[in-house]
């Protein structure tokens, strides 16, 4: 098998779990590469990488902009604040400028649903979801099981709690395809206001009721609950959701010993984790932020029809 | 000239007529139905053999932009367009900018549907300005030519007005059309609330919106006995809501569009905006359960909801994308290929749902095949493929999701008011 035969990287459920596994191979090999004191590779030379992000990030642009980099590619950030866009100009007409100036990797990152779906279906170039309204965030769902396995070598039997606003995440959503795809048992937790019963199609379970379910966990993603949620009645108080679905330092002792406490940033402490558990030695949080910048180099290698580096390095 | 259609299978839906006849027009008259009807010199002989000659198409539920949007249709250009799609009278809904609430406005319809090939019959808004806060000058309306009332495109989320609109127009025994649905409920959602909503994040409607909303209307027009029709119906509830209305004597007629019965919100996944309307896609369940309310007449009419938008508008992300689709073109091949071929409805039960129903509720004296009625008829062949593509789509819009398709039932000749309309190249 050689590399992904595919322009675009758009979300899970596209993948094949033998792409999957590829990723993570390659991505295992680029983190040996962060020890070194030269962490470029000549991978992308020559190649353009375009990040156009519709919504503001932080991790995931910085992230996606240090793996292009140090696969040393031409990068541009196309700051949507100060470009055309504000002028009105349509998404289709910004990357076809884009195109015309040779981009060949657009990461994009949109607050409309299936926006990089729309994209990737009438233009050349390659089209890598950095987050897309409701719908996936590929990238970010990678990294989590990769951290995982890092941690445990399978996700197969693990049971894995994703808690919080389930409805409006793209995480959740790719995270769930993922963890169950791997063979992890996935349990969603959060008021049925975000937890609404359509999501059972996932063949998860759901639960309303954190602390039942704690003691099985062996790792928890806690996703960022949002201000506006509250202000569309999802849930009553920051104060009562806190108390309902907080992972705090009571809630941490009552789960594994072990358990994996991960949180896809940026975090509110004090609202859905405590900074006790946000700082425990559970905690992988920074150790994702790092695995990012691998996952993120092993799609670029691989979309650019990079073969499996395991091989390379038994030739 | 006078026209003489020839070997074609005469479908009359109002007195179930199912027979080759010729038909003999003259002037804007039909005036002859008979066997054998010698050709006599100076009439156009229209060979229909092979065809259904039915009576000219109504579509009760159009929007030709005009005034306000001519970049994407115009009150002549639809009417070409309903006449190459087998349609002779067409109502157009008003949230047109301005929106038909003066009747100088629906006389300006009305005027410029005088130069275009079919009839149009303007509907007019419930309320002014289609703010829901005061009812139009319904009696003036009524007047300048308006056949019924609708603030289409958004509901009249106000109780007490829909009872006042529903109550006032009784005098002119004209319908109350509703747009059927909870803006609150919608919150904002793009397509059907459900399993695929969920798996591509998008925010959904529930089926509820719009059932609420029926509900709601079904009851006022039981307090009123005002006459009600609802518009694009989609969902399996709504049918169950109207069918009860029905027998409990409440004076309700409705409506729904080819691509309820044609497509579900599968469709999303492939053609994304293209597949954007308002009620959204539902589920197969659904779909089944329209044909099912076609067939037992809960539903009484099939009307397009043909919605020109440019192809710029739908080309960007879905969120943003305007609801809606064009429907006028479609409509006979869907109609011939989903209902009478995959769910075998016969023709005189295809056929009345587009004629002699949306006649009867609009009071037009038109729907029907009879010597002395008006010389509306389409003939088509319904045996004939027809594949939807550029070419095939004159509408200026072509913002469907059929394109690339093909069905059977195509339209062969148009003839309205004795006029040889429209003849397939």
């Not at chain 1, 379970?205 to 806690?222: H, R």
């Not at chain 2, 308006?146 to 603030?151: I, K």
């Not at chain 2, 072509?398 to 309205?416: A, H, L, M, Q």
Request: include cysteine; hydrophobic fraction near 40%.
């Amino acid at each position: 098998m050689e590399g992904l035969k595919r322009k675009d990287l758009l979300d899970i459920q596209s993948l094949t779990t033998e792409e999957i596994t590829l990723i993570f191979q390659s991505a295992r090999y680029f983190k040996d590469l962060f020890t070194r004191s030269v962490k470029t590779v000549p991978v992308l030379r020559g190649k353009t990488v375009c990040t156009l992000f519709y919504e503001p990030s932080t991790r995931t642009r910085i992230s996606f902009e240090l793996a292009a980099k140090r696969l040393s590619a031409d990068l541009i950030n196309v700051a949507v604040a100060t470009s055309s866009v504000v002028k009105g100009e349509s998404l289709i007409d910004t990357v076809h400028t884009l195109e015309a100036m040779n981009a060949d990797y657009i990461v994009m990152r949109h607050a409309a649903s299936l926006a990089p779906h729309f994209l990737s279906k009438n233009i050349r170039a390659s089209v890598i979801n950095a987050g897309d309204g409701f719908h996936a965030h590929p990238t970010q769902a990678l990294l989590d099981a990769y951290s995982v396995l890092e941690k445990r070598g399978s996700l197969e039997g693990l049971t894995i709690g994703i808690v919080g606003d389930i409805k409006h995440s793209r995480v959740a959503r790719s995270d769930m395809e993922l963890f169950k795809r791997l063979g992890a048992r996935v349990i969603l937790c959060g008021p049925p206001t975000l937890v609404p019963d359509e999501f059972k199609i996932y063949d998860v379970d759901i639960s309303y009721n954190l602390d039942d379910i704690i003691p099985e966990l062996d790792a928890v993603n806690m996703l960022r609950i949002q201000l506006e949620r509250q202000k569309g009645s999802h849930f009553p108080s920051f104060r009562e959701y806190h108390r309902q679905y907080a992972l705090t330092a009571d809630r941490l002792e009552r789960c594994k010993s072990d358990v994996i406490v991960m949180h896809p940033g940026p975090i509110n402490r004090g609202i859905e984790i405590d900074h006790q558990v946000a700082d425990s030695p559970n905690s992988i949080i920074n150790g994702q932020v790092t695995n990012g910048v691998a996952v993120r180099m092993s799609i670029f290698y691989l979309l650019a029809g990079g073969t499996p580096l395991e091989e390379m390095e038994k030739s | 000239m006078d026209i003489l259609i020839k070997n074609g299978r005469v479908i009359d839906p109002e007195s179930g007529m199912d027979a080759l006849m010729d038909v003999r027009v003259s002037g804007d008259r039909i005036a002859e139905i008979s066997t054998g009807i010698g050709a006599a010199s100076g009439y156009e002989i229209v060979d229909a053999e092979g065809c259904l000659v039915v009576p000219g198409l109504i579509d009760m539920h159009v929007h030709f932009r005009e005034p306000g949007s001519e970049d994407k249709e115009t009150i002549i250009g639809g009417s070409i367009v309903a006449a190459k799609s087998g349609f002779t009278s067409v109502c157009t809904m008003p949230n047109t900018t301005p929106v038909i609430d003066n009747q100088a406005l629906v006389r300006f319809i009305k005027l410029e549907a005088e130069k275009g090939p079919i009839n149009v019959f303007p509907i007019a808004n419930i309320t002014k300005g289609a703010k829901g806060e005061e009812i139009t000058e319904m009696g003036e309306l009524v007047k300048g030519g308006a056949v019924g009332f609708s603030d289409d495109g958004k509901p009249v989320m106000s109780s007490i007005l829909m009872r006042r609109a529903l109550e006032y127009a009784r005098m002119f025994d004209v319908p109350i059309i509703s747009h059927a649905e909870d803006i609150l409920l919608t919150d904002e959602g793009i397509m059907n609330e459900g399993a695929n909503s969920t798996l591509l994040g998008l925010k959904g409607i529930p089926r509820e919106s719009e059932e609420v909303m029926i509900a709601r209307d079904l009851l006022i027009a039981r307090l009123t006995k005002g006459r009600l029709h609802i518009a694009h119906v989609s969902s399996a509830g709504s049918i169950e809501l109207i069918k009860w209305a029905k027998g409990e004597g409440i004076r309700v007629t409705c409506e729904t569009a080819p691509h309820y019965f044609s497509l579900t919100d599968d469709a999303v996944v492939e053609h994304l905006a293209m597949a954007k309307m308002n009620p959204p896609l539902r589920t197969e369940r659904d779909r089944k359960a329209i044909i099912e309310g076609m067939k037992s007449g809960v539903i009484d009419v099939i009307a397009t909801d043909h919605a020109p938008h440019l192809m710029n508008e739908k080309m960007q992300e879905m969120e943003y994308a305007p609801f809606g689709i064009i429907g006028l073109e479609t409509a006979v091949p869907l109609v011939i290929h989903v209902l009478v071929r995959e769910n075998n409805f016969s023709f005189i039960e295809a056929f009345k749902l587009l004629t002699i129903n949306p006649a009867r509720i609009l009071k037009l004296d038109r729907g029907e095949l009879k010597e002395g009625k008006t010389a509306d008829i389409t003939i088509l062949n319904p045996a004939r493929q027809v594949r939807v593509d550029e070419t095939f789509i004159i509408s200026r819009c072509k913002n469907t999701p059929f394109i690339g398709k093909d069905f059977y039932g195509s339209v062969e000749f148009t003839i309205c008011g004795g006029k040889l309309v429209y003849k397939k190249a």
